[in-house]
Each structure stands twice: as structure tokens, then as C-alpha cells.
């Protein structure tokens, strides 16, 4: 059996579609079905997609957080240090 891998490319080239499907209509032929990830193409294209989508979404998303909750200590630590100047200077 070859494995599922530039010739995938070949296969789906288009993009976000894959020839006009969301989900590809081959995507769990193999039989026994835990095959299908290594070597259908389909499958090995669609979870790639997957992936992909799934980090377009995750890392900013995680960006911005950690962003904000830098952001909000950085205050917290200048609104303090400001509260122990005022309380040193009565």
C-alpha cells in the first residue's frame, strides 16, 4: 500500500472547497477504516484542512488572550505601585 502524499495536492486543489465539497465523498473508503488516515488521500487532505482552519482560529485567539491578561497585570502592578506612592507621600 503507498501512503497518502503529494498527490493529494493533485487530487483537491481547490481551496476552502474540495472540488465543491466541504467533506469529500471518498473520505472513509478504505476498509479496515483506520486506515483512512495514512492512505486516503481525502482523508489526509481534509484533516490537513482541518488542522489548518483550526489554527487560523486558535492562535490569535490565544494570542489576544494572553495579550489582555498581560495587559491587565501590567495595570494592576502600575495601579498598585501608584496606591503604595500615594499612601507613602500622607
Same mark, same amino acid.
Do not use: I
Given at each position: 500500500m503507498q501512503q %497518502? &502524499?503529494?498527490?493529494a495536492l493533485a487530487a483537491y &486543489?481547490?481551496? !476552502?472547497?474540495? &472540488?465543491? &465539497? *466541504? *467533506? !469529500? !465523498?471518498e473520505i472513509m473508503m478504505l476498509e !479496515?477504516?483506520?486506515l483512512n488516515p495514512l492512505y486516503n488521500m481525502a482523508t489526509v487532505q481534509f484533516d490537513h484542512r482541518a488542522i489548518a482552519w483550526l489554527l487560523a482560529f486558535a492562535v490569535p485567539a490565544v494570542g489576544a488572550a494572553v495579550w489582555r491578561s498581560s495587559r491587565t497585570r501590567c495595570v494592576r502592578?502600575? %495601579?498598585r505601585a501608584g496606591a503604595l506612592r500615594d499612601s507613602l507621600d500622607r
Open positions: %497518502a &502524499n503529494a498527490s &486543489n481547490t481551496f !476552502p472547497s474540495m &472540488n465543491g &465539497n *466541504v *467533506v !469529500p !465523498p !479496515p477504516w483506520y502592578r502600575h %495601579a
